[in-house]
């Protein structure tokens, strides 16, 4: 994907958002705050990215759309015929997706689930998407998703993240979205899947038309953990 001109940081772009202090029902509160008016994530459509991912064939079986919002890709999966489920903690962003869904005569499953407790949900999936969760997450926090995602893929299953990027002007580290670095990902998941792929990446915003500078993260479950 092209690299962006170098964008100034946008005002108001997905954070920084109170997310870091907040559990339970608080943090779902400030989450749904979030979609009080339209976000400037919510472009009305699947990221190019994971529409990119779709045409090649690579988004397939049973699919779980972590941090789904709205359901643009959750969506997306549908209309492919696949059968999919999001999850997100604001009700707002599920009660937005439910009704695209039945606009557009589709039929996906959005539950009120917190991403970090991937293995309540007591399903395994051959896909996972990631447009915008991961970034989310306390670094503390990232240990313990990446373990149960690990444990909610099948074997052979993928997970594709679409996050952040410490090239993206700003503090890295600093605030929510983190600002991930290569080596945010690569230890996070490295021990925990393979790593097929990991470029750099366009996250399209409605505030500007370049967009965020983001990663694309391909990985697989391999039956074994990789040594
Ligand atoms: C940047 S938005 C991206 C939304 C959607 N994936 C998209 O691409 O339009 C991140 C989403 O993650 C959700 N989120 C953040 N932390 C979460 C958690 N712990 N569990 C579930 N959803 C969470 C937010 O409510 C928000 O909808």
New binding site residues.
Partial sequence: MPEPAEAPEPSGA?GPSP?DHAEGPE?SRR?DD?YATPPP??IGRP?QAFLALARRGAIGGTVL??????G??ALMCAGLGLDVTG????DR?LDAARDKARRRGLTARFVH????RLTALGERFDTVLD???FH??APLDRPAFADDLRAVLRPGGRYFMLGFSDRQPGTPGATVPYRLTRDDLTTTFGGRLRIDSLEPATIEITLNTVGIKGWLLAATKASAPPA
């Fill in positions: 997905p997310r943090l989450l979030r994530w919510e990221q759309d972590v941090g789904c919002g709205t643009e890709h999850v997100d903690l604001a962003a689930h917190d991403a970090r447009s915008g969760l989310m997450l």
